[in-house]
């Protein structure tokens, strides 16, 4: 159960992930998380250097926003973009994972999900045998109160992990913990 939660990989931010390696082992679909992985809370749009990186990456990949936030707080920030988007997306549970899916027309074994949270993003891409890129929150003081739970509960999974996995630990998860 607990290797649910480990990450296919760790990157500091979305500019950092290894892109190109993920699209020679096969994955052709992104879902970017994007509360804190694309932008803050504080923030209502997606713009400058992450757009850029968004449209960039739409000419090589399929790329899908999916996010538990509401429809009014996704639509908003996305919906200039011209990118697919699930709302509402109740990660880790599978059916946002699903709807993503269907509107990309992908196949599980092509997609990586792009996210900042261990116990949504990852755990839930690893129950839809996605690849889970893991990345750390782009201001994680903006955080809300369901999160900062999620990320206590993610502090005692990691440490659990540690024990467990110790090598995983070290390939995936330490940059992260460190950061």
């Given amino acids: 159960m607990l290797k649910k939660f ?65 429809i009014k707080r996704v639509s908003n920030a996305v919906e200039h973009t011209g990118l697919p ?39 839930g891409a690893n129950r839809m045998k996605f690849k889970a890129i893991l990345v750390y929150p782009v201001v994680k003081k903006s955080d809300h109160k369901y999160t900062r739970f999620n990320r206590k509960l993610e502090r005692f999974v990691i440490k659990k992990i540690m024990k467990k996995y110790p090598k995983l630990y070290e390939e995936r998860l330490k940059a992260y913990v460190e950061s």
């Fill in 6 to 70: 480990i990450p296919f990989a760790y990157a500091k931010s979305i500019f950092d992930v290894d892109y190109e390696n993920l699209r020679k082992q096969g994955v052709t679909t992104l879902f970017f998380d994007l509360d804190n992985t694309i932008i803050s809370y504080d923030e209502h749009i997606i713009e400058g250097e992450r757009l850029k990186l968004l449209e960039a990456l739409n000419q090589t990949f399929k790329v899908l926003i999916i996010s538990n936030s509401k």
């Fill in 85 to 123: 988007y699930v709302h509402f997306a109740t990660k880790p549970l599978k059916r946002g994972f699903k709807k993503g899916l269907k509107k990309v027309q992908s196949k599980r074994s092509e997609v990586a999900v792009i996210g900042d949270q261990l116990m949504t993003d990852c755990f």
